[in-house]
């Protein structure tokens, strides 16, 4: 009666627990992007005489959630200065700047797709064309200086690349970007860009390339859903653990019994780039510090992993180290389990004990007496 009353309370002890969670799925989409802020046409004159107004109209695609492609045109004003003879003669034109550029998201990139992210950061790069027009505070800038400086060699003093009409130049340019989340379909960004340009645009020779530095502030507009989610149900996880199975032996009349102990797995379930372990998780954790203590000979092994189909191998090899750590520093510290009875191990994404993705995000703990 005894054993069988043991038995009884063993297996209520032991229900199984189940896991949910929920898994984002990220859905391509096109977006909007309206900007606007100030320029720095690099030059010699003083920094504030060179800030002039920007803005930015673009459409973008996303295709996965770090890679996409942005269609923009940067436009508005660019200034020109030069000091002959003590003397600053400063000057601006109009310009539109069509571009396109490859985007990276890397937030989504370093630390998995999550959309309710409140800040992400990302880069960009890409080829277009500067057209320039309405310079003719140039011509004029260019007139005053001959006539101010008669004296003085035109190759060295004046604006020898002066240009009129429309200018046509090839730009490339590249920058980053911090985006505030302020809703599923809207952000607010920050975007920081820098323009290389051929030795013409502002006019002047310098025998280097020209350059213009855009800071801006503006609204993102997604169109249409950005990711869909599912539930996902882990398995419920039912201790191997067995009551204890007596052999009996019959050997000179003397009956000896011989205990079989079966070992005890444990899965203790992670969210997606997550270290932490949950509540309904911890009792799994419980059952393993149970079982030690019942069997003062038994140890543990705990195994971390992570799963392929989010980060890099990187950074899915420290995930699943801290996993297996996480685990073995509540064994310790909150059930007080002896180290020397612990051992840990981390596969990374290397190894993929479940079909399913998402259950991978695992520390697999089998604690045995041998």
């Known amino acids: 009666?005894?054993?069988?009353?043991?038995?009884?309370?063993?297996?209520?002890?032991?229900v199984a627990v189940s896991a949910q969670q929920i898994e984002y799925?990220?859905?391509?989409?096109?977006?909007?992007?309206?900007?606007?802020g100030a320029q720095y046409t690099l030059g010699e004159v003083k920094f504030g005489d060179l800030i002039s107004p920007t803005a930015q109209l673009a459409f973008g695609y996303q295709f996965t959630p770090v890679?996409?492609?942005?269609?923009?045109?940067?436009?508005?004003?660019?200034?020109?200065?030069?000091?002959?003879?003590?003397?600053t003669y400063n000057w601006k034109w109009n310009y539109v700047a069509p571009a396109l550029d490859l985007t990276v998201n890397l937030s989504n990139w370093w630390g998995g797709f999550k959309p309710t992210r409140t800040v992400s950061?990302?880069?960009f790069a890409g080829l277009g064309a500067n057209i320039g027009f309405n310079n003719d505070e140039a011509a004029n800038v260019n007139v005053a200086m001959r006539v101010n400086n008669p004296t003085l060699p035109a190759t060295d003093q004046y604006l020898t690349k002066l240009w009129d009409g429309t200018s046509v130049l090839f730009l490339g340019h590249f920058g980053g970007n911090i985006d505030f989340r302020l809703s599923d379909r809207v952000n607010l960004g920050i975007e920081l860009q820098?323009?290389?340009l051929p030795d013409r645009y502002n006019s002047k020779e310098a025998k280097n390339t020209d350059w213009y530095f855009n800071a801006m502030l503006g609204l993102k507009i997604n169109l249409g859903k950005t990711y869909s989610t599912r539930t996902i149900v882990a398995p419920a996880v039912v201790p191997t653990s067995a009551p204890e199975t007596k052999v009996v032996e019959k050997v000179v009349e003397k009956v000896v019994e011989k205990q079989v102990i079966e070992p005890l797995r444990m899965d203790v379930f992670f969210t997606i780039n997550s270290t932490k372990i949950t509540q309904s998780e911890m009792?799994?954790?419980?059952?393993i510090a149970d079982y030690m203590k019942k069997y003062p000979a038994s140890t543990v092994q705990i195994t971390g992993y992570a799963d392929k189909g989010t980060g890099n191998a990187t950074i899915n090899r420290n995930l699943s180290e801290k996993r297996a750590a996480v685990v073995a520093d509540a064994l310790k510290n909150q059930y007080g389990i002896a180290a020397s009875r612990i051992s840990t191990d981390?596969?990374?994404?290397?190894?993929?004990?479940?079909?399913?993705?998402?259950?991978?995000?695992?520390?697999i703990c089998i604690a045995e007496v041998k």
């Not at 009666?1 to 032991?14: G, I, R």
């Not at 990220?26 to 606007?36: R, V």
């Not at 009792?283 to 059952?287: A, N, P, S």
């Not at 981390?346 to 520390?363: I, M, Y």
Request: hydrophobic residues 40%; charged residues 15%.
């Open 346 to 363: 981390f596969k990374g994404d290397t190894v993929q004990p479940f079909e399913e993705n998402v259950l991978n995000r695992v520390s």
């Open 1 to 14: 009666m005894k054993k069988l009353l043991f038995t009884t309370l063993l297996a209520a002890s032991c």
């Open 67 to 87: 890679i996409g492609l942005r269609l923009g045109a940067n436009a508005w004003q660019s200034k020109g200065g030069s000091i002959v003879n003590n003397v």
């Open 25 to 36: 799925d990220f859905n391509p989409h096109w977006y909007i992007q309206a900007q606007g």
């Open 121 to 123: 950061f990302g880069i």
């Open 194 to 196: 820098a323009a290389t």
């Open 283 to 287: 009792q799994k954790v419980r059952q």
